[in-house]
């Protein structure tokens, strides 16, 4: 995983932001240079992860082979966390918005497209094989039947792109790796253009109009482009990174304001599919509670207040948070089903959740640390083959590059 750093505060205007004559943009070796690690970040990436995890193993009660679908009876403290806890998923798109722009400053789009393919693919379709494989060789007592996925929606599923084709992911919780690629997308062409503080604002302003416009639109593509559920946690943390690198503004808290009562709003519908998998009525109150402090998390970090937070084990801790994120699910609703029978529930959960972190440190270890650097070189020998075929031919030299 790629270091978390903390960018040198800057002013617009200022002349170390100019790469190539584009106002704002930091040169590639100046924004990596000097920045002490975001550790705070690492501890909340984990924290989401788990409040994910936790829902589906104690808030969901959909699935009757899954702890009797009784987990209010057997647990009834973790089932009320568990419940809620879903809310991980809204402080895993504010974190998103922050470190894609943390990541991308001053660097070309061929850089950013890299940092998101090596971060993304390797781990997940280790996830998608795996799982696939679970599911193939072993019953799904935990929900009354044997769903074999087929060999074209495990070759769809590798794709990262298959809920526009209409084809089941192979684990629920890969839905939101479909939000965090569209997300990518409009950031990217953003990034076309190049990154600076004017533009990036101006982008956040289009954003939460088109988001806002989105549901009374009647335009299906609009929707899903701009995703109007979700738009406003990746614009908070945009926002709070141009705090974190520009200092706070009233703009920017404007900007951050608007999408929270947005975001509010769009909960109260969102809510719903939750209290179904609970069985049971979910509070607004609580629930926002929980978005309420995943938006003050993130801000102390925009604002410094968690630098002194230099807990070296929390990168260590940060690097098992998307391969426990990918795998948790269904191999581990396999795992708690066998032990279940065996052990009280609470032992059982923290028996297997210990195991799915071992789980996710040997997929860190064995799959992302070794692909993701073999990954990164060719993508970068593909994007400079490119640069240069576009670079028009020296002085006496016929011909250009490859058309």
């Not at 995890?53 to 699935?63: A, E, K, Q, T, V």
């Not at 191999?331 to 052990?343: A, K, N, S």
Request: glycine fraction near 10%.
């Amino acid at each position: 995983m790629s270091p978390t750093t903390v960018a040198p505060r800057e002013q617009p205007g200022d002349p170390r932001c100019t790469r190539a004559g584009v106002p704002g943009v930091v040169p590639p070796e100046s924004a990596s240079a000097g920045r002490p690690r975001l550790y705070a970040l690492d501890g909340m990436r984990l924290m989401a992860a788990l409040g994910v995890l936790c829902w589906h193993w104690l808030g969901s009660r959909s699935l009757p082979g899954v702890w009797h679908g009784d987990t209010a009876g057997l647990m009834p403290l973790g089932h009320l966390i568990g419940a809620y806890s879903w809310t991980g998923v809204q402080l895993f798109f504010l974190i998103s918005g922050f470190v894609i722009c943390l990541s991308c400053w001053g660097r070309p789009l061929g850089d950013f497209v890299t940092s998101r393919v090596v971060r993304l693919f390797p781990a997940y379709w280790f996830a998608v094989l795996a799982t696939s494989a679970v599911l193939w060789i072993l019953p799904a007592v935990w929900c009354g039947h044997t769903p074999r996925p087929t060999p074209s929606r495990i070759l769809t599923n590798l794709t990262m792109a298959n809920t526009p084709l209409g084809v089941d992911d192979i684990d629920p919780v890969y839905w939101s790796l479909w939000a965090e690629l569209r997300f990518y997308v409009l950031f990217g062409v953003l990034l076309c253009w190049g990154l600076t503080y004017r533009r990036v604002v101006a982008f956040l302003g289009v954003w939460a109009f088109l988001g806002t416009i989105a549901p009374s639109a009647d335009l299906p593509l609009l929707g899903l482009l701009v995703q109007p559920d979700y738009c406003w946690y990746f614009i908070a943390g945009v926002a709070f990174f141009l705090m974190h690198r520009f200092g706070p503004n009233l703009l920017l808290w404007s900007l951050v304001g608007y999408g929270y009562l947005m975001a509010q709003d769009r909960m109260r519908g969102i809510i719903g599919g939750y209290e179904y998998d609970t069985h049971h009525h979910l509070s607004w109150y609580l629930t926002m509670a929980y978005v309420t402090a995943s938006y003050v998390l993130v801000a102390a970090v925009a604002l410094g207040r968690l630098d002194r937070v230099r807990w070296k084990w929390l990168t260590a801790a940060g690097a098992l948070t998307y391969p426990l994120y990918l795998l948790h699910q269904e191999i581990g609703f396999e795992i708690i089903t066998r032990l279940r029978p065996h052990l009280a529930p609470y032992p059982t959960f923290f028996l297997v959740l210990a195991v799915m972190l071992v789980l996710a440190h040997l997929v860190h270890r064995f799959v992302e640390r070794p692909l993701a650097p073999r990954m990164r070189r060719m993508l970068d020998a593909s994007f400079r083959e490119i640069r240069r075929s576009a670079q028009p031919p020296a002085p006496g030299r016929p011909g250009g590059g490859r058309p």
